[in-house]
């Protein structure tokens, strides 16, 4: 934290309270309102970043806070013995929502590694002794927790823990080749993919790749899982970021991070009446998922996004605001890339990290998913203006970086 957290004894107490997984935090923060949060110093920071894609509605939003006092006052918790109408009225919503075909269920955990790992019990159960293969892609990113680490590529992540699950090959993202001769045995339970792999850099995969991915995994009766954890819940000006290439509906896809707006909790989505028969009764569970505080708040975003238009200001604001950077015409701008409010600044050199810094410094927080990647993923009800004033700010930013990167080398 640097000098900050020194005055309030906070950057102290954290090193020496938390075990170090996601090193030094940069600030320490303590409040939060629409699109802006506070550090313990009183700075104001635009928050281009909500949270990782988790903040949906900003921060202190009303439909939000007056969703969870109400069911917090009325019944936060039953156990999964019980049911509640907040998790029927959810599941209906999202099964709605992704256009699923009758037959379809919902299955609700805690965060997007939870989702996934439901999704990897379905992928084993789909493939049994006959398909012992699931297929991923490079670069992925699908969680933590083991058998989601067996499906995320990168190696630091991974080599501490291993062995994990097997069965899990990598393949090269946007390569239908290599896509059909892995199918071709007819032994491959399943293929997990990203619509757009946020944490490689914001990378969206192609249209054509994503239909070829549907009509071969059909093909060769392989399950089609789509990870929407990060590309989900409006993100992309669409409920699902799938939803924007014709003819691809997944046999699974797992949400989380925008789907509570800062309350956690994950849901798969089993499409059709075969494969949400894989899970019986008892084959899987949790305590939390599916609590009625969970279902209540994100019934609460998920009705805030659909009233207020936000889909429609996703993709107006999302477009303008990478044609905007596009327009700057800096040479140290390679390219946008993404949909609607997930996107990723390519940059010439590998100086993401540093340019992060310096933005956090001047009241900006985007973050460096690679080295050549800024990612900006905001609450969904930032204006037009409040983007407009980062990309004005970004030539500025690039230069103190590029400065402070010379200097020091
Ligand atoms: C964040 C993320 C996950 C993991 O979600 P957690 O809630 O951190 O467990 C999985 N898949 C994708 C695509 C993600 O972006």
């Known amino acids: 934290m640097s ?46 970043l909500g949270g990782i894609a988790v903040n949906t509605l900003g921060h202190g939003h009303p439909s939000i806070t007056s969703a969870l006092s109400k069911q917090a006052e009325n019944l ?18 999202l099964l709605r929502l992704a256009q699923a075909p009758e037959g379809s269920g919902v ?8 989702a996934n790992e439901a999704a990897f019990k379905i992928a084993r159960r789909h493939g049994g002794p ?16 083991m058998g989601a680490l067996a499906l995320t590529s990168k190696v630091a992540y991974r ?22 001769a892995a199918l071709a045995p007819g032994d491959v339970a399943a293929v997990f993919a990203e619509p757009i792999q946020g944490e490689a850099g914001v990378r969206p995969l192609q249209p054509a790749y994503l239909q070829a991915l549907r009509r071969l995994t059909r093909e060769h009766g392989t399950l089609l899982i789509l990870d929407e954890v990060q590309s989900g819940i409006a993100r992309t000006g669409h409920w699902f ?40 009764a008892g084959q899987h569970g949790t305590t939390f998922g599916g609590n009625p505080l969970a279902a209540a708040v994100a019934l609460a975003v998920l009705g805030t996004i659909a009233e207020d238009a936000l889909l429609e200001h996703v993709r107006t604001v999302g477009d303008a605001f990478a044609q905007a ?23 010439s050199e590998p100086i993401a990290a540093q340019l992060a810094a310096v933005a956090l410094e001047a009241g900006f927080i985007v973050n460096a998913p690679n080295p050549t990647t800024l990612r900006i993923a905001p609450p969904l009800i930032i204006t037009a203006e409040e983007l407009a004033s980062f990309t004005a700010a970004l030539p500025g930013l690039l230069d103190t970086t590029t400065a402070s990167v010379t200097e020091g080398a």
Do not use: C
């Open 3 to 48: 000098e900050h957290g020194t005055q309030t004894g906070y950057g102290t107490r954290y090193a020496q309270s938390m075990i170090p997984v996601f090193g030094t935090p940069q600030r320490v923060l303590v409040r939060g309102k629409g699109v802006h949060v506070w550090d313990e110093r009183g700075t104001r920071y635009l928050d281009l």
């Open 76 to 93: 936060a918790h039953v156990s999964n013995f019980f049911a509640t109408p907040p998790q029927i009225e959810l599941a209906e919503t």
């Open 107 to 114: 299955f609700f955990a805690n965060s997007g590694t939870e």
């Open 130 to 145: 006959r398909r012992p293969r699931i297929l991923a892609l490079a670069d992925s990113f699908h969680g933590r927790t």
């Open 159 to 180: 080599a501490p823990f291993e062995p994990l699950p097997g069965g899990v090959e990598f393949l090269p993202a946007n390569d239908e080749d290599a896509l059909a």
């Open 241 to 280: 970021a799938h939803q924007a290439t014709q003819g691809v509906t997944p046999d699974v896809m797992t949400l989380a991070k925008g789907l509570g707006g800062g309350f956690p909790i994950g849901a798969l989505i089993a499409f059709g009446p075969e494969t949400r028969g894989l899970l019986t």
């Open 325 to 347: 950077v596009t327009a700057l015409g800096d040479d140290r701008i390679t390219e946008v890339r993404g949909a609607g409010l997930l996107r990723g600044i390519g940059l």
